[in-house]
């Protein structure tokens, strides 16, 4: 997705650019923009090393275990299809709170683990479950509670206050979750019955290695960390 | 906005507080964890410089072209038409499907109008509410093979819609 973006920006760019006669500012703006990125990164290294310093003492102190706990009662709320004490359950947790604390690169990872599980739970190969839409949804409508990334960003570019954007992106990531969950609450009650545990393997997987070489390259490597990116 | 702005001044010195408090409590060493996580960070971000590298060159080539700013005037009438500054038009279209690429787009928004600029505050809660749609949705079905998504992508464009409502609402109060 991103080499056709990417490509798209340069040739129509150096196109129109062209066209217009403004091959010179072209030639300016390349190599301003890769002095940017550096300008840019150095106060992300900052800003990013403060953080996973943090998340590495919350991480080994077990606040994030407690926090996971802490989870449940909503994790059972949204997906009411996982039975209680089924393994997707702790990756489900791991991968909310990793996008609650804006860490992309660990939400993707545990956001797959749980993907896979809830595959399990599928008794219709192909077709996504409602945990499979609610996971998605909620993970789309992001659940960041401290956009870490984009403070970075606007002290980069002078903002007066770069930490003042905390509580509006709060309130705002918290109205398009609730819609997301309510329209995935609509949808789903409709065709879903309530699954027992059904261990059904998919019956037209016949390359696994395919399936965990795309798994690999998938997430992570397109995406700025920090978001899911993640989310990335 | 006002208050939002003095509740975000408390959240970070408190969530610091409160981390490094507990590391203490649960009897960590809290300055070695810290130093470890924080090599971590350092990695990722030198592993994201080449990335950035490339969109940030990708968009200027794109902004020094003039085709931005003639795409923004083009766009402008329909956008003001349901309130919308003209630049947040192609950065919510693209932040659909590359979440990289939509940052380039901010950064030069934050160079162009300012972050503290009615259009910065757009895009700084904009960025910070929803996560790519297209993106997401295919690295994880693609990973156990589902092709019938069903309702998860008008879920997930709802969720979007409303961001961008919201964004605009909240950075006008």
């Excluded at chain 1, 062209?18 to 150095?42: K, S």
Aim: net charge positive; glycine share 10%.
């Amino acid at each position: 997705m991103l080499n056709y973006i990417w490509a798209a920006m340069i040739l129509a760019g150096i196109f129109y650019g062209a066209v217009r006669g403004r091959m010179p500012q072209i030639t300016e703006g390349a190599l301003a923009g890769a002095r940017d990125a550096v300008n840019l990164c150095l106060t992300m290294a900052g800003v990013t090393a403060l953080w996973t310093g943090l998340m590495e003492i919350a991480e080994r102190s077990g606040l994030l275990d407690k926090a996971a706990g802490g989870l449940r009662p909503l994790i059972r709320f949204l997906f009411p299809q996982v039975p209680d004490g089924h393994p997707a359950q702790a990756d489900i947790s791991a991968n909310m709170i990793a996008n609650f604390l804006g860490l992309g690169y660990a939400a993707t990872p545990a956001g797959l683990r749980a993907f896979e599980k809830l595959e399990t739970l599928n008794d219709k190969p192909g077709v996504a479950t409602d945990a499979m839409c609610m996971f998605l949804i909620v993970n789309i409508s992001s659940l960041q509670l401290i956009p870490i990334n984009m403070i970075a960003y606007r002290s980069q570019y002078g903002s007066a206050n770069p930490a003042a954007v905390i509580v509006p992106a709060l309130i705002a990531t918290t109205v398009t979750t609730i819609c997301g969950i309510l329209f995935a609450k609509m949808m789903g009650s409709k065709s879903s019955s309530p699954a027992g545990v059904r261990e059904m393997k998919m019956t037209g997987r016949t390359s696994e290695h395919v399936c965990l070489s795309e798994k690999k390259k998938g997430p992570g490597q397109t995406d700025v960390p920090g978001k899911s990116e993640r989310g990335a | 906005m006002d208050f939002l702005v003095f509740l975000s001044d408390f959240i970070m010195p408190l969530m610091i507080f409160y981390i490094v408090g507990y590391g203490v409590l649960a009897s960590r060493p809290v300055y070695d964890d810290f130093v470890r996580g924080a090599q971590k960070g350092l990695k990722i971000t030198v592993e994201i410089l080449p990335t950035l590298c490339g969109l940030l060159v990708g968009v200027s080539i794109l902004r020094a072209s003039g085709f931005l700013d003639d795409l923004s005037a083009l766009l402008a009438p329909a956008a003001a038409a349901v309130g919308l500054p003209a630049p947040i038009v192609p950065l919510s279209f693209i932040k659909m499907f590359s979440s990289s690429a939509a940052t380039g787009l901010v950064l030069d928004i934050f160079k162009e109008y300012g972050p503290d600029s009615r259009i910065g505050w757009i895009t700084s809660i904009l960025m910070s509410c929803t996560e790519t749609v297209f993106y997401t949705m295919s690295v994880y079905f693609m990973s156990v093979h589902i092709k019938k998504t069903r309702y998860t992508l008008a879920g997930a464009l709802i969720a979007s819609l409303a961001g961008v409502a919201v964004s605009v609402l909240l950075a006008a109060g």
